[in-house]
C-alpha cells in the first residue's frame, strides 16, 4: 500500500524558512520523480518542484526559483522541500506526489503572516 505523509508546515512571519518532509512507504521513491505541488485557496493546484528519479535533476517554478529546494533522503525513503524567504503569497496547501501517478499525500498547511 502506497503513502505519502506530508509534515513540517505552520505559520511562519515572511522571510522565515520552513522545511516539508514527505514520507513514503510502500514505494521507493529512488524510483520515480517526485513531486511537490501547492494549492492557495480558490486556486488551482500547482506545480512547485520535481526531483528525478537519480536524484540528479530538479526543477521549480519560476515563483520558487533560488529560494525553495527539493531533496530526498534514500535511507529514510522521504522527501523534502526547504523553503526559504518566504513570502505571504507562498500561503498554500502544499501537497507531495509521486509524478504521474493518482498518488498523493494528504497536504500540509504553510502559512506565511505577519
Known amino acids: 500500500q502506497v503513502q505519502l505523509v506530508e509534515s513540517g508546515g505552520g505559520l511562519v512571519q515572511p522571510g522565515g524558512s520552513l522545511r516539508l518532509s514527505c514520507a513514503a512507504s510502500?514505494?521507493?521513491?529512488?524510483?520515480?520523480?517526485m513531486a511537490w505541488y501547492r494549492q492557495a485557496p480558490g486556486k488551482q493546484r500547482d506545480l512547485v518542484a520535481t526531483?528525478?528519479?537519480?536524484?540528479?535533476?530538479?526543477s521549480y517554478a519560476n515563483s520558487v526559483k533560488g529560494r525553495f529546494t527539493i531533496s530526498r533522503d534514500d535511507a529514510k525513503n522521504t522527501v523534502y522541500l526547504q523553503m526559504n524567504s518566504l513570502k505571504p503569497e507562498d500561503t498554500a496547501v502544499y501537497y507531495c506526489?509521486?509524478?504521474?501517478?493518482?498518488?498523493w499525500g494528504q497536504g500540509t498547511q504553510v502559512t506565511v503572516s505577519s
Open positions: 506526489h509521486i509524478y504521474a501517478t493518482n498518488f
Open positions: 510502500g514505494i521507493p521513491v529512488t524510483m520515480y520523480t
Open positions: 526531483l528525478t528519479a537519480s536524484g540528479r535533476s530538479t
